[in-house]
């Protein structure tokens, strides 16, 4: 009988021994960086850890499937969370199954500079792999209708920056979050405004920023822009504007402004028309909205391109002519400067 004990409690130790073995290998298992085999992984409605687990090339057996599971478990790592992930060249099961749980979905990425229109925003949007069918399609027309628009036209609501985005995202929910971005910008600049400022509404201020956004690529002249728009407005005099003109001709506009052009009357074309045009004529950033806000101060009512991205500004039109002769005639003999007179 005293063998039999004996036996048993061997039998025992070696039990205790190989569960212990079998934790620690099972522990070392779950923290081994293992090579996963695919670069990206697509967690489906519906997936449970038994198939994902299935589907995973580094869970390749039935006994590290269940592991896996029972660590997920006793973990309580259980709540994987649908969507494409990113998948490291190494990666431990444990850090794996984290992973699922945490979230955190593989982000792409689209960005929408500052002046471009609202069409050529939609055609960007429209060319981003992996965003689920937009429903209505994305068009100019959808794109007010969608965001229940009462003005004109949707042209300046979409706020210019990069957006991040999930596998099978809603393209129409990127554009309310645009839209929603703008609205707050907008509404923030507006709050905060110069006094004496000639626009009725920030809608007016929106149409501002949107020139402001076209006529410079120079952040340091923004603010001088605005203050010669808005002193001419504030004066009755036409703006003058070439991006203006360029917007209001559409298609037909080739990559050069003539003498015609100026004289073509469009809603849009401010050396035709007094005051703002109709609606915004591009997407303008926030740095555009808040120097049609805070316009700088002075007497300068003209300016004219020097051809290196800046512009030279004149108080008087005699000033203004002599610019225009160093600066634009010797380079293009049809060039009309904007704003002229």
Do not use: C
């Not at 203006?244 to 050069?256: A, C, F, H, K």
């Not at 303008?284 to 909205?289: A, F, L, N, T």
């Amino acid at each position: 009988m005293r063998r039999v004990w004996q036996f048993l409690g061997l039998l025992i130790v070696l039990g205790a021994v190989g569960v212990a073995l079998a934790l620690l290998a099972a522990r070392n298992w779950l923290s081994e960086p293992v090579v996963m085999g695919v670069d990206t992984f697509m967690l489906q409605p519906g997936d449970n850890l038994y198939s994902v687990s299935r589907r995973l090339p580094a869970i390749d057996g039935e006994i590290t499937r269940r592991i896996w599971i029972a660590h997920a478990r006793l973990s309580g790592a259980t709540n994987i969370k649908q969507g494409e992930y990113e998948l490291p060249p190494l990666i431990s099961p444990a850090e794996l199954l984290q992973l699922f749980n945490d979230g955190k979905v593989k982000q792409r990425t689209f960005t929408w500079v500052e002046g471009i229109t609202a069409s050529q925003a939609l055609a960007v949007l429209r060319a981003q792999p992996y965003l689920a069918e937009a429903q209505p399609a994305l068009t100019v027309e959808s794109l007010r209708a969608e965001l229940q628009l009462d003005y004109p036209s949707a042209e300046g609501w979409l706020f210019p920056d990069t957006y991040h985005y999930s596998r099978d995202a809603s393209p129409w929910e990127l554009i309310r979050q645009s839209y929603q971005r703008m609205q707050s910008a907008l509404d923030a600049e507006w709050e905060g405004r110069a006094a004496g400022l000639p626009y009725n509404s920030p809608y007016e201020a929106l149409v501002m920023a949107s020139i402001i956004e076209k006529e410079t690529g120079a952040p340091e002249e923004r603010a001088e822009i605005a203050g010669v728009f808005v002193r001419r407005l504030q004066k009755g005099m036409r703006l003058q504007t070439d991006p203006t003109v360029i917007y209001g001709l559409g298609e037909e506009y080739q990559g050069n402004i003539r003498r015609k052009h100026l004289r073509q009357p469009t809603p849009y074309n401010t050396y035709v028309i007094k005051g703002l045009p109709p609606t915004p004529i591009a997407l303008p950033g926030r740095d555009s909205i808040h120097a049609a806000l805070h316009p700088a101060a002075g007497e300068t009512l003209f300016f004219v391109a020097k051809g290196d991205g800046t512009h030279q500004f004149s108080v008087t039109l005699q000033e203004h002519e002599a610019a225009v002769r160093a600066y634009q005639l010797k380079r293009a003999e049809n060039y009309r400067s904007s704003p002229a007179q």
